[in-house]
Nanobody, 117 residues
Framework: QVQLVESGGGLVQPGGSLKLSCVAAGFLFSRYDMRWYRQAPGKERELVAGITSGSGDTNYADYVKGRFTISRDNAKSTVYLQMNSLKPEDTAVYYC??????????WGKGIPVTVSS
């Protein structure tokens, strides 16, 4: 059974940090590109960061560059999102996504992150 399970979210003050984790099961994790998306209330889901399956190349949305870092551990079938210098506008539900050409993508259920004083 395919599963993507996010953890590490919660409430944090502006300027603080959180590290999200997404553990995968039921598919060949190392062959999939992994991405983090987020969806704020009343807004569309948007791409935050991605990491490729092979070389581990990363890409980031402009609004998180220099603050967020995506990484992966294929031995643990886990992708991470280190979030630093958090802002209130980073408040959203964060989703883990696995994608591979010619294969159906997978989504986690999401985990809320609230940045507030």
């Amino acid at each position: 059974q395919v599963q993507l399970v996010e953890s590490g979210g919660g409430l944090v003050q502006p300027g603080g940090s959180l590290k999200l984790s997404c553990v995968a099961a039921g598919f060949l994790f190392s062959r999939y590109d992994m991405r983090w998306y987020r969806q704020a209330p009343g807004k569309e889901r948007e791409l935050v960061a991605g990491i490729t399956s092979g070389s581990g190349d990363t890409n980031y949305a402009d609004y998180v560059k220099g603050r967020f870092t995506i990484s992966r551990d294929n031995a643990k079938s886990t992708v991470y999102l280190q979030m630093n210098s958090l802002k209130p506008e980073d408040t959203a539900v964060y989703y883990c996504n696995a994608r591979r050409d010619y294969y159906m993508p997978f989504w986690g259920k999401g985990i809320p992150v609230t940045v507030s004083s």
